[in-house]
């Protein structure tokens, strides 16, 4: 089962790349703020193409790094009863929600997403305002993210496959 443990370990590499390298996106955010604050508030002098460059780039922000989140247990979860069971309970319980709730949600996701991509670049989408971006490449994001949240899903779930029967692998959680 070295194979299983070869998996985990890629996709996690290429999660933690994702997340690592566009979380510098936050600091990009915050000088633009800023730069949008001092442009309008001291010069009077706002910007057309401020607002919708942040928009796009914390969507891009967001989208990518939820499969690092992911990986790094960070999301949203209510542990009240989860909290409550033994290692192996655990393991059954997320493989159980990830089979029901993840993969049905994010597998429709990513086909639509595909779809959604697809038309944005058929027609070489822009933004309604007057800055007008192009769209399409911010649209291609929906897909890669929810890909690589699926990678990282299958990765969870086999890291609880071996738990439950520690002898396939090396991973212990």
């Known amino acids: 089962m070295k194979s ?9 590499k290429i999660n933690a790349w994702f997340g690592k390298t566009f979380s510098w996106i936050a600091l990009l ?8 604050v001092v442009l309008r508030r001291f010069f009077n002098s706002p910007t057309i193409w401020n607002f919708e460059t942040c928009t796009h780039l914390f969507g891009l ?3 990518i790094a939820s499969a690092f989140t992911l990986m790094q247990d960070g ?3 209510v542990d009240i009863f989860r909290s409550r069971l033994s290692k192996k309970r655990k393991a059954l319980l997320d493989i159980f929600c990830y ?4 993969f049905p949600f994010t597998i429709v996701m990513l086909w639509k997403g595909i779809d959604y991509a697809q038309i944005s670049w058929s027609t070489r989408e822009t933004s309604w305002s007057v800055f007008a ?3 399409y490449p911010i649209k291609t994001v929906i897909p890669l993210s929810f890909l690589l949240l699926i990678l990282q899903g299958v990765a ?7 738990i439950l029967n520690p002898s396939k692998g090396d991973f212990h959680d």
Request: net charge negative.
């Open 4 to 12: 299983l443990d070869t998996y985990v370990t890629v996709i996690e």
């Open 29 to 36: 955010l915050m000088v633009l703020t800023v730069l949008e």
């Open 61 to 63: 922000n967001f989208m």
């Open 75 to 77: 999301h949203v979860s």
């Open 99 to 102: 089979l029901i709730f993840f």
């Open 133 to 135: 971006p192009p769209l």
């Open 156 to 162: 969870n779930v086999t890291r609880r496959v071996l």
